[in-house]
């Protein structure tokens, strides 16, 4: 069973940084590509990052790029978020999934955390 646990979250001043972390339990954690997605609240859940299982290839929603960074440490199964000068609008759960691809689809993805929980304050 894979388990994933996101943290690093909090409240942050708009333009300010978070950087967020999940940890996956298992030994294949190489093998899984990695998405970050986001739920702010009354809204659906959108996809904010992925990356592949070698860290070689990341895919980025419009609204993040040049601001937010996706990477993994593989030796520590680990997936991070970096996020730059955040926005108010950003407020919202993040949420860590793995997957076999590094996919801008929910349903791409088997296995999700709980979510943690980022306040951009204006």
């Known amino acids: 069973q894979v388990q994933l646990v996101e943290s690093g979250g909090g409240l942050v001043q708009a333009g300010g940084s978070l950087k967020l972390s999940c940890g996956v339990s298992?030994?294949?954690?190489?093998?899984?590509?990695m998405g970050w997605f986001r739920q702010a609240p009354g809204k659906e859940r959108d996809f904010v990052a992925a990356?592949?299982?070698?860290?070689?290839?990341?895919v980025y929603a419009e609204s993040v790029k040049g601001r937010f960074t996706i990477s993994r440490d593989n030796a520590k199964n680990t997936v991070y978020l970096q996020m730059n000068s955040l926005k108010p609008e950003e407020t919202a759960v993040y949420y860590c999934?793995?997957?076999?691809?590094?996919?801008?689809?929910?349903?791409?993805?088997?296995?999700w955390g709980q979510g943690t929980q980022v306040t951009v304050s204006s």
């Open positions: 999934a793995g997957g076999t691809k590094p996919s801008l689809f929910q349903g791409s993805y088997d296995y």
């Open positions: 298992g030994r294949t954690f190489s093998r899984y590509a």
């Open positions: 990356i592949s299982g070698s860290g070689g290839y990341t």
